[in-house]
């Protein structure tokens, strides 16, 4: 067992942070010991920039998208091409297609991919309610910009399955994507390349 060598507080926020994607403990720790060094510039802003999100973030109804509004901001922009709707496993991958200004559209949140393994199906996902906004005719183009994994290629198969039958055309990204990577972590050019050429399915 490791020695304590903090109070209680300090290292309950050790212990928070490093739960963090990308902060593991020593992460944490350094993290942490760089807030309180500068506790007046940092930790008091961070600490009402929390409960502010705390109190005002939400879920897109529409999109699954997170922001401070509902519908959320991409959904209520009347410029956006409601013709066209990016399909994406997560709120990170939307916010990297919006950071590479890609293209001018709609998105719809999954919320993960199809994992049997973790047992993770369709009732886990945000299929059902993308299959009804497709349904209302609106949709002329879904483009599927999961990440090229394995999990990531059954849910594209899955998609196309569920969307038969329907007059829309299915696109997915093009092979500017490399296998076994994941959206949030490409350049904007890569990203914008793939959305350009991407083909029918």
């Known amino acids: 067992m490791s020695k304590s060598v903090a109070g209680p507080e300090i290292e309950r926020l050790v212990q928070l942070l490093a739960k963090v994607p990308g902060l593991g403990p020593r992460s944490a720790r350094r993290a942490v010991l760089h807030l309180i060094k500068k506790k007046e510039q940092l930790m008091g802003p961070l600490a009402a920039a929390l409960t502010d999100a705390v109190e ?20 209520a922009d009347q410029r956006r091409d409601p013709a066209t709707l990016i399909v994406v496993e997560d709120v990170s991958d939307l916010w990297a297609l919006e950071r590479a200004s890609a293209m001018n559209a709609r998105y719809h949140v999954l919320g993960g ?12 996902l945000n299929i059902v309610s993308l299959v009804n906004r497709v349904s ?5 183009e879904l483009i599927i910009a999961v990440n090229a994994t394995v999990d990531g290629q059954t849910t594209a198969h899955y998609l196309i399955d569920q969307l038969q039958g329907l007059d ?34």
């Open 56 to 75: 005002n973030v939400k879920v897109c109804s529409e999109c699954g998208n997170v922001d401070t509004m509902d519908p959320c901001t991409i959904c």
């Open 113 to 124: 991919t199809l994992s049997p393994l973790d047992g993770i199906g369709p009732d886990e």
């Open 136 to 140: 209302q005719g609106t949709v002329r």
């Open 168 to 201: 829309v055309q299915v696109t997915r990204l093009a092979h500017g994507v490399p296998v076994g990577g994941e959206l949030d972590y490409l350049d904007e050019g890569t990203l914008t390349a793939a959305m350009r050429s991407r083909t029918s399915i």
